[in-house]
């Protein structure tokens, strides 16, 4: 029985997440008139593709066709697993991410544990991921990200303590079967896996555990490569065009697109995050005081938790996102919040205020440090869960309904897919390029402008756009023969990329019929969501050079 007591800290904490969770549904519930809604389009891309490969064997946000939109197979394999076993569901993706927010926090108290942190500050840390990661926000998102925070902790602490163990390199031990068996389902999950590999693939070859350090850089290439080879074999890029499209907005014509790619872009991004721009810094501070006080040498779990994690934060600064709804660096922020109160765990336990009380202020300084920016994100995240839930029933949910209702059986032009393609059975002509790859390959190669809109919108058979025209003024505009025939715009938008969505004629004729079927169904739109006939600005959005 007291063996059980010591878990109360990792019960509480999981209690506290799974209520906040329930209290955040019923927030977007109740926004929404008794709708629950994902407050990401994305997750909708995700929920399409597995349900079209548990039912059809089709990988695909069409029943009938194959479409490489998602950096995260493992993700949308495990739901559609579920919905073959399980019977489909909308709330799947939910429970599933709620779980594994539990898997998150019960990784993170074992390392508290076998630290010998105390259960009081076991659950104020456990308690700071909840909050600041944030992980009810990211559960409601029913994506990927909080099973990618919990392999990245995982995999930080067996790849740490395999290289401060200080025997002959050889075979692999458990640990190293472990953390090989561990690191392509990391890839898997998220491509931003790969940054940790490489920081542990380094490391093990300084440590010259080549072997390993081979194996385990071609485990985590695997998914990569297996899920290029079956994108080729279907015509499409090696890579998922979520990452093309991202890829596609970079150049290196002049000097400062050079400097941006050679370590720039992690500069500016730091800039954008001071959230992990203080996590970095206590995490520097936190090695100094460890050292300080265990008088350990470089190869030891903490330090090299450190390490690891310092570079994957500068690789991912570099070569991939931040922010959009807290969720592309939440895998830093848990693991770096753990790996931090691991560090001070040991300065706090070792000083007093009357030995050295510089020490111990220092410990108290660094975690408040931390602190700062992500519970400052962490609030933020709290507050508007709910209305980026009633953002994506107003505007994208409502566009499925508009379409199924009226071209169900035609092609539209879009550049959000994600609920349209699950609410509804229009075949979707995806002009930012994630479920299309002739839109990818134009963008790609930089020749994506109104001209070649206009010839692709012809082959596909498009009868109307639904789109946010500000997206396509860098490479030239919308096709000028495109007509703007009304708006939708929100009142209080805080996720969707544009507060005002255009809708287009496109086929001949479809001007009229288009007019009116908007203003039939202006009248079922849901409060927040302000109509209007095409104002200047989208009309101009559509001239070249704009």
Not at 57 to 80: E, K, N, Y
Not at 426 to 454: H, M, N, Q, Y
Not at 503 to 523: I, P, Q, T, W
Request: proline fraction near 5%; hydrophobic fraction near 55%.
């Amino acid at each position: 029985m007291r063996k059980l007591w010591s878990f109360w800290p990792l019960a509480a904490a999981v209690a506290v997440f799974l209520l906040d969770v329930w209290y955040l549904y019923g927030a977007i519930v109740t926004k929404t008139g008794g709708t629950f809604t994902y407050p990401l389009d994305d997750s909708y891309i995700h929920m399409a593709v597995a349900r079209n490969l548990a039912v059809r064997g089709v990988w695909g946000i069409r029943p009938d066709a194959f479409a490489s939109c998602s950096s995260s197979p493992l993700w949308t394999l495990l739901l559609a697993a579920i919905y073959k076993l399980a019977g489909f569901s909308e709330f799947l993706p939910l429970l599933l991410a709620s779980a594994c927010g539990v898997g998150l926090l019960a990784a993170v108290f074992a390392l508290l544990r076998r630290y010998r942190v105390g259960g009081a500050a076991s659950l104020a840390l456990l308690l700071a991921v909840v909050f600041l990661t944030p992980m009810p926000a990211l559960a409601l998102a029913g994506l990927e990200h909080l099973l990618h925070a919990l392999l990245t902790v995982l995999a930080l602490d067996a790849g740490a303590r395999l290289l401060a163990d200080p025997s002959a390199p050889g075979q692999p031990r458990r640990g190293g079967l472990f953390l090989l068996l561990l690191l392509p389902f990391l890839v898997a999950t998220r491509y931003e896996g790969l940054f940790l590999a490489a920081a542990l693939a380094v490391l093990l070859l300084l440590r010259k555990r080549f072997l390993l350090a081979l194996v385990g850089a071609a485990g985590a290439a695997l998914p990569v490569v297996v899920y290029g080879w079956v994108s080729r074999a279907h015509g499409w890029l090696f890579l998922p065009n979520s990452i093309v499209a991202k890829k596609a907005q970079f150049s290196l014509n002049h000097l400062g697109d050079a400097f941006f790619a050679l370590g720039g872009r992690a500069l500016a991004q730091l800039g954008w995050s001071p959230y992990l721009v203080s996590l970095l810094l206590a995490l520097g501070l936190g090695v100094y005081l460890h050292r300080r006080a265990v008088g350990k040498g470089f190869w030891e779990p903490l330090t090299l938790m450190t390490i690891l994690l310092g570079a994957t934060a500068l690789m991912h600064l570099q070569c991939a996102g931040i922010g959009w709804f807290f969720r592309y660096d939440a895998y830093l922020m848990a693991a770096g919040l753990a790996v931090l109160a691991l560090l001070l765990s040991a300065p706090v336990r070792s000083v007093s205020l009357a030995d050295t009380p510089w020490l111990a202020l220092a410990a108290a300084g660094a975690f408040a440090l931390a602190m700062i920016y992500p519970a400052l994100r962490g609030f933020d995240a709290q507050r508007h869960a709910a209305l980026a839930g009633k953002n994506i029933f107003q505007q994208q949910c409502q566009m499925a309904r508009f379409i199924e209702t009226y071209y169900g059986d035609s092609c539209v032009a879009l550049n959000d897919i994600g609920a349209v393609a699950f609410y509804s059975r229009t075949r979707c002509f995806d002009l930012w390029g994630l479920a299309d790859r002739s839109t990818a390959s134009a963008r790609l190669e930089k020749r994506f402008g109104p001209s070649v809109i206009a010839r692709l919108a012809k082959e596909n058979n498009v009868r109307i756009a639904i789109v946010y025209p500000e997206w396509f003024r860098p490479s030239g505009g919308l096709p000028p023969e495109w007509r703007g025939v009304g708006q939708w715009e929100l009142s209080d938008n805080y996720i969707c990329a544009g507060k005002m969505v255009t809708f287009y004629a496109v086929g001949a004729g479809a001007a009229d019929e288009l007019r009116r079927n908007l203003a039939e169904f202006s009248r079922a739109l849901p409060p927040g969501v302000n109509v209007y006939p095409p104002r200047l600005d989208a009309r101009l959005a559509t001239r070249p050079g704009r």
